[in-house]
T-cell receptor, first 114, second 112 residues
Framework: GAGVSQSPSNKVTEKGKDVELRCDPI?????LYWYRQSLGQGLEFLIY????????KSGLPSDRFSAERTGGSVSTLTIQRTQQEDSAVYLC????????????FGPGTRLLVL | DQQVKQNSPSLSVQEGRISILNCDYT??????FLWYKKYPAEGPTFLIS?????DKNEDGRFTVFLNKSAKHLSLHIVPSQPGDSAVYFC???????????FGPGTSLSVIP
């Protein structure tokens, strides 16, 4: 398909374990964003990649969170030593350069930390 | 500190009537505003945007109004249809290519 894909769609893990969430953006989109939505909350910005520029990590809630974008395409969000408050839907979006209104979102990964 | 606020978590409107969703922001550096619509189990989809040089932008049944001095914007849907039932997110950014900050969303129910 031509849209943003994310995997896994659901992830259940135990507190203290590490998890990796994957995002495949739309081909050719240079901007990639990660957000999370906790239960009853809005979308919380986490990190933003734009081309070859240094990523904007200002939204990462703690140093347990990190993200990479390899080859300007696929991105992985890693959460180390997961906590119960990390439970949320993690959304990825991509957009063409200089066009935030064309942010295309993936379906999200629902993470549950027990 | 929440920079984009949507103070109504939910709204119910009769089919055919006008839906008005409100949004306030605190950061005067925001210059570009967007509305997104989200259905359950799907990612948000872009609906309409407005830049600060305008006070109104219209696209079919959807109109966004911006009052920069009040740091307030609103989305009007008229006439409302049952398929409009979704969560609506207001969002803002400093430029049209900067990161986007989202509000908490308003859940709209359009009653047939």
């Amino acid at each position: 398909g031509a849209g943003v894909s994310q995997s896994p769609s659901n992830k259940v893990t135990e507190k203290g374990k590490d998890v990796e969430l994957r995002c495949d953006p739309i081909s050719g989109h240079t901007a990639l964003y990660w957000y999370r939505q906790s239960l009853g909350q809005g979308l919380e910005f986490l990190i933003y990649f734009q081309g070859n520029s240094a990523p904007d990590k200002s939204g990462l809630p703690s140093d347990r969170f990190s993200a990479e974008r390899t080859g300007g395409s696929v991105s992985t969000l890693t959460i180390q030593r997961t906590q119960q408050e990390d439970s949320a839907v993690y959304l990825c979006a991509s957009s063409p350069r200089q066009a935030v209104e064309t942010q295309y979102f993936g379906p999200g990964t629902r993470l549950l930390v027990l | 500190d929440q920079q984009v606020k949507q103070n109504s978590p939910s709204l119910s409107v009769q089919e055919g009537r006008i839906s008005i969703l409100n949004c306030d922001y605190t950061n005067s550096m925001f210059d570009y505003f967007l509305w997104y619509k989200k259905y359950p189990a799907e990612g948000p989809t872009f609906l309409i945007s407005i830049s600060s040089i305008k006070d109104k932008n219209e696209d079919g049944r959807f109109t966004v109004f911006l009052n920069k001095s009040a740091k307030h914007l609103s989305l009007h849907i008229v006439p409302s249809q049952p398929g409009d039932s979704a969560v609506y997110f207001c969002a803002a950014s400093k430029t049209s290519y900067d990161k986007v900050i989202f509000g908490p969303g308003t859940s709209l129910s359009v009653i047939p």
